[in-house]
């Protein structure tokens, strides 16, 4: 059935951009610790930009300190100089072996920030959802069109594709919200 194959490739795509959401959401910064702050951070690393957790194991001993231990002492500066040129507003600290890395509490203003910054990854992630709605609906009513399948079995197919559309926009939404809850709390 040529409808199902839309169907399953929509809610695939739909699952990676909610997928996508979640880990973009998760680099937000809170006020707690957590090594998902430094995913976006990348080390020039001999030439090549390189995760920072691919050159350093990353650990929370403490509610409010991430500690880096990089496998090759020499990157301590470079890591450094990345952890400061992102817009987290971290400021690292190294001994010659490891980096500590502080995390501030938030000021009100930066939770707002922060909480914009969370809506709008939410909004754009809802409107990658609605685009591949979009081409799952032409796709079907160019089937249509072709004569691979009825009207009636469209008509299903798009309902299908908006149920879809509705239960992967309030996963994004449940996500987005849970973080903003995270952010106002003190």
């Not at 795509?13 to 979640?22: F, G, K, L």
């Not at 914009?116 to 754009?124: F, L, S, T, W, Y």
């Not at 079907?140 to 299903?156: A, H, N, Q, V, Y």
């Not at 908006?162 to 849970?178: C, F, M, P, R, V």
């Amino acid at each position: 059935m040529p409808q199902q194959d839309v169907l399953s490739r929509a809610g695939q795509r739909m699952d990676s951009t909610v997928a996508d959401s979640r880990k973009k959401v998760g680099t937000v910064r809170t006020g707690r610790a957590t090594i998902g702050i430094l995913d976006g951070i990348s080390v020039d690393y001999y030439g090549t930009p390189t995760p920072l957790n691919q050159i350093a194991k990353l650990s929370v001993p403490e509610a409010n300190l991430i500690v880096a231990q990089p496998f090759d002492q020499s990157i301590l500066g470079d890591m450094e100089r990345a952890i400061m040129a992102s817009d987290l507003g971290l400021n690292p600290s190294n001994d010659g072996k490891l980096m500590r890395i502080p995390i501030p509490p938030l000021t009100e203003e930066r939770r707002k920030e922060m909480g914009k910054k969370v809506r709008q990854m939410g909004e754009d992630a809802k409107t990658a959802v609605r685009q591949i709605r979009r081409d799952a609906n032409e796709e079907l009513k160019k089937l249509e069109k072709d004569g691979s399948i009825s009207e009636d079995d469209s008509r299903r197919a798009q309902d299908e594709v908006q149920k879809l559309t509705d239960a992967h926009t309030s996963q994004i939404d449940e996500l987005t919200g849970n973080k903003e809850k995270e952010l106002t709390e003190i």
